[in-house]
């Protein structure tokens, strides 16, 4: 009896599965949307959006005290409005190094920035907040050209490279930095020249630099912009302010990628707080 019930179990069952086949296949091709965290879908991330807005977070102690170089904080936003009211950021920055470090090689010492999502969203508790590190920037020491590379904040798993580039032997060329994937290369970023950028800087009435992003030599709608801040900001602080516009075709992990190369831009060539002394 109790094989008799095994067999009849099995017999039945297999019946089923003969003749609904048909019906568990379609239900199988139905394709399921994977939603995100609750209130959050999939696409919410702020690397969706077609432009973010960058502030670094100024601090007094460095106004009033240039011989103090603090770890760098930065806000990241989606509009210029919500940037100049000081609203609620949707990602935020913030620098690991070491205090020598900043005080005798500033400002092309290693340093470690974290990107991510802020614990506490409003632009005055960037001060104290904690950060889940989405992606970690690390930017070695160099002597002359710099660089940067992308990393998977939870895996460690290198997205990228960024390299600053000079073709010019009198060293006044226009600024290029490659980004580079497993792939081959992702983007360039053009800029103005150094001398350009050097002479202009401190100049309260300039447009913003505008870095032009290009793919295969061809150009994109992408760009990074450093933003003039007016002329009593620019006396007492080297704090800056960027515009990143990405390109509609640019996966996550490039626009990961051209966000990250403000840092390295703003390290690079805005970090002086005196006139002029952008190095060749």
Not at 92 to 121: I, K, Q
Request: with cysteine; glycine share 6%.
């Amino acid at each position: 009896a109790e094989y008799m019930g095994h067999f009849l179990s099995v017999y039945f069952f297999s019946r089923f599965i003969f003749f609904h086949s048909p019906v568990l296949i379609v239900l199988m091709s139905i394709p399921v949307k994977i939603s995100g965290p609750p209130g959050q879908s999939m696409d919410s991330s702020p690397l969706n959006r077609p432009e973010l807005f960058v502030r670094q977070r100024r601090d007094l102690l460095e106004a009033f005290c240039p011989a103090f170089e603090l770890r760098n904080k930065y806000g990241i936003f989606e509009t210029k409005e919500e940037m100049d009211s000081k609203g609620n950021m949707v990602m935020a920055a913030m620098e690991e190094s070491s205090c020598c470090c900043r005080f005798f090689l500033n400002p092309r010492h290693a340093l470690t920035v974290d990107l991510g999502t802020p614990a506490d969203p409003s632009y005055p508790g960037l001060k104290e907040t904690t950060l889940t590190p989405a992606y970690r920037l690390n930017k070695p020491f160099t002597c002359c050209l710099s660089e940067m590379s992308v990393t998977d904040g939870i895996t460690g798993q290198r997205i990228s490279n960024m390299d600053e580039e000079c073709r010019n032997l009198w060293g006044c060329c226009p600024i290029q930095v490659t980004a580079t994937g497993d792939e081959g290369e992702m983007f360039q970023l053009t800029g103005p020249s150094r001398c350009w950028l050097g002479l202009c800087m401190q100049c309260p009435c300039r447009d913003p630099f505008v870095f032009e992003v290009s793919q295969n030599g061809q150009p994109t709608s992408g760009k990074v912009e450093n933003l003039p801040i007016g002329w009593c900001k620019m006396c007492f602080t080297n704090a800056d302010e960027y515009r990143v516009e990405f390109p509609p075709q640019f996966t996550t992990q490039m626009r990961a990628t051209l966000l990250s190369s403000v840092f390295l831009l703003d390290y690079t060539y805005f970090q002086a707080k005196t006139q002029n002394n952008i190095e060749n």
